[in-house]
């Protein structure tokens, strides 16, 4: 029921935000802005001058007036090269080229200087060393800074951490997220593309696909990073927040196709293989990237289309411990003839999978001895294996594979010099080698992760003085974790098998990730439905900014199906003697259960300059953030332990 009011009090929002009377900053998450003074050499303001922009890229134009301050402005531009054209008559014309960033507001002020108005001075303007239209510890990465800093892998989340207060997360206890803001956990960040929320909702951390990377970095623009964001559009995460927007196209057809590639012949051996004794390991790494973008129609719709991907294999360097044949002939001869003889074919099937291991040749006894008990149980004083060896050892290197690709595509069409739109949409499609067994390639864990998104951004001017920006999003993405053919895999082996006071390698499906549990399946299925409105108006020396945002996820966890065949876990003496300590195993009703959550937001801002030196900002917003509901009336169910 509460979901169901906030989406009222959202609709209300979004239908009185045209008709509120106030005045508003030009930036906002997904655009920038350009304002500025307009004088003569005097210094004294200039009203009613014509001040008219253009975008360099697609020719859009808007136009504006001074106001009684002498001041314009121009709110929620998308990120680009602009000319601000300013005129008045008995002044020369005035034409700066200057670049607008994402999140930020350009300075673009204008001294006129009397002359004919076909005189034109023409100005390139930089941007300041000093962001100080507002208090944000904010970078912003430009086109060029993402084309060459080195980053392999092309993580876009890897860029924020050359900004301010930022840090690599080298967390070793387990937590999330790539990179720390000024010691805040790593998973307060939040990810928008576009001005839509690109967190993983389930684990709070940046999104990504089945290579565990955020791919997309040929499509990005420009990347902000707001490491303290103290205006208003910013909120709802204590961390950095970090915000893409996306290449558009524009009049000229321009576009660019990249390849790289890492091969075994230009890497080393593994140290642990190469003390082994082991060979170097296959590996061959691809990845690509290619886009076009280009008009539809000149000056009025633009397309560009982005796909990128990458193929790598991998060897993992595994250390495997398997049965002596002196412990197989003793379990299969003579123990369990004496304590379970019909156990005798099961034990002949495992026995089979350990002989039949990739690598086993190279497999070493482990040294048994009274002062080094390697055996457990079966290893201790008076037992057949005290000082003979019950397992070997050896390290072996087992090849699998990631792939992941994805194509996007986003269309811009001005309707007129009031009404633009632009619609984005992404397919990404992978397959993850979560887990590789080092006895069995049945035994593996994969993940095929699709993801699929789109968006819909509107920006409407209603006056040159107001203005409204308003997006609409939805996304999807699967990433459930099991085998590709359980069936098989139990039929080669129908439990997990461990022995709790021995190394002798786990067996069975899925079991180096957790030896005492069948951890798999498990993931989640989520769609993330989400509304953004800002609204900017200007009033004589103040600037108001007002908006809302709205996001709902619906989960699907499949947590409950974890652990739905069984577990075992033995000493290496029980193991011997055909028993078992602790058998495992959860019997759910449904293996997934769907949950919701939702998060929204709203701020107001007003910014008073008081002179051209002071300008002072007060800014309100209030986030709330849902906790979880079950949809389904879920509910725990204890797990059932056999102990022997």
Same mark, same amino acid.
């Given at each position: 029921m509460r979901g169901k009011q906030y989406l009222k009090y959202l609709v209300l929002y979004s239908l009185i935000l045209p008709v509120i009377c106030g005045a508003v900053k030009a930036q906002s998450i997904v655009t920038g802005g350009i304002s500025g003074t307009v004088t003569d050499a005097s210094g004294a303001v200039i009203t009613d001058a014509r001040v $008219?922009?253009? #975008?360099?890229? $697609?020719?859009? $134009? /808007? !136009?504006?007036? $001074?106001?009684?301050? %002498?001041?314009? /402005?121009?709110p929620l531009l998308k990120p680009g090269k602009y000319s601000v054209t300013v005129e008045k008559a008995g002044f020369r014309r005035i034409v700066d080229k200057s670049e607008v960033l994402l999140g930020q507001t350009t300075t673009v002020n204008a001294k006129l200087e009397i002359g004919e108005a076909t005189q034109t001075i023409e100005i390139t303007g930089s941007a300041p060393l000093l962001q100080t239209e507002d208090g944000n510890i904010a970078s912003n990465i430009d086109l060029r800074t993402l084309e060459n800093i080195p980053n392999p892998g092309g993580d876009l989340s890897y860029v924020a951490q050359i900004s301010p207060g930022v840090t690599m997360n080298t967390s070793n206890g387990g937590g999330y997220g790539n990179f720390t803001a000024f010691g805040l956990p790593a998973t307060a960040n939040l990810f928008t593309v576009n001005g839509n929320d690109y967190n993983d909702p389930f684990l709070n951390l940046n999104n990504s696909g089945a290579s565990n990377l955020l791919l997309g970095s040929n499509e990005v623009q420009e990347v902000a990073v707001v490491s303290n964001g103290y205006t208003g559009q910013y909120g709802r995460q204590a961390g950095a927040q970090v915000d893409y927007t996306t290449k558009s196209g524009g009049n000229a057809f321009h576009g660019d196709a990249l390849y790289y590639w890492n091969g075994s012949a230009l +890497?080393? #051996?593994?140290?642990?293989? #190469? !003390?082994?004794g082991s060979p170097r390991p296959f590996e061959n790494n691809n990845q690509w990237a290619a886009s076009l973008g280009g008009p539809i129609k000149k000056n009025k719709a633009f397309f560009f289309i982005n796909t990128e991907g990458l193929r790598y294999t991998f060897g993992s360097s595994t250390q495997v411990f398997v049965p002596t044949p002196a412990l197989e002939n003793y379990i299969l001869t003579t123990s369990l003839p004496a304590s379970n003889a019909a156990a005798i074919p099961f034990y002949q099937q495992i026995f089979n999978l350990y002989n039949s291991a990739p690598g086993i040749g190279n497999a070493q006894p482990?040294? /048994?001895? @009274?002062?080094?008990n390697t055996c457990g149980g079966l290893g201790t004083a008076g037992q057949p294996f005290a000082t003979t060896s019950c397992l070997e050892q050896y =390290?072996?290197?087992? @090849? +699998?594979? #990631?792939?992941?690709w994805l194509l996007s595509g986003r269309v811009d069409y001005e309707f007129s010099e009031k009404d633009r739109i632009f619609g984005r949409v992404k397919f990404d499609r992978g397959n993850q080698p979560t887990y590789t067994d080092p006895i069995n390639p049945v035994f593996n864990i994969q993940s095929n992760q699709p993801q699929n998104? %789109? /968006?819909l951004n509107y920006t409407h001017v209603f006056s040159p003085r107001v203005v409204n920006n308003f997006i609409g999003s939805v996304l999807y993405y699967s990433a459930l974790f099991q085998s590709p053919n359980l069936s098989s895999a139990l039929s080669s082996f129908p439990f997990i098998l461990n022995t709790n006071d021995t190394s002798l390698t786990p067996l069975g499906s899925g079991s180096g990730a957790d030896p005492f549990f069948a951890l798999y399946p498990q993931g989640r299925n989520v769609t993330q439905w989400q509304l953004v409105d800002d609204l900017s108006i200007e009033r004589g020396k103040h600037t108001f900014k007002l908006g809302v945002n709205f996001r709902r996820d619906d989960v699907s966890s499949f947590t409950a199906g974890e652990g739905s065949f069984p577990a075992i876990q033995s000493s290496m003496l029980d193991f011997a003697n055909g028993s078992a300590d602790v058998i495992r195993q959860n019997f759910a009703i449904h293996n997934s259960q769907p949950l919701a959550f939702y998060s929204v937001g709203f701020y107001f801002q007003d910014e008073f300059r008081v002179n051209s030196k002071l300008k002072l900002t007060l800014a309100l917003r !209030?986030? =709330? +953030?849902?906790? %979880?509901s079950c949809q389904s009336n879920c509910v725990a169910r204890p797990t059932c332990h056999l102990i022997n």
């Open positions: $008219t922009l253009v #975008n360099e890229a $697609t020719q859009e $134009t /808007q !136009a504006a007036i $001074t106001g009684l301050a %002498g001041t314009y /402005q121009f +890497n080393a #051996n593994d140290f642990f293989l #190469n !003390a082994g482990v040294a /048994q001895n @009274p002062g080094s =390290r072996v290197s087992v @090849p +699998n594979g #990631n792939r992941e998104e %789109g /968006q !209030a986030d =709330r +953030n849902s906790g %979880g």
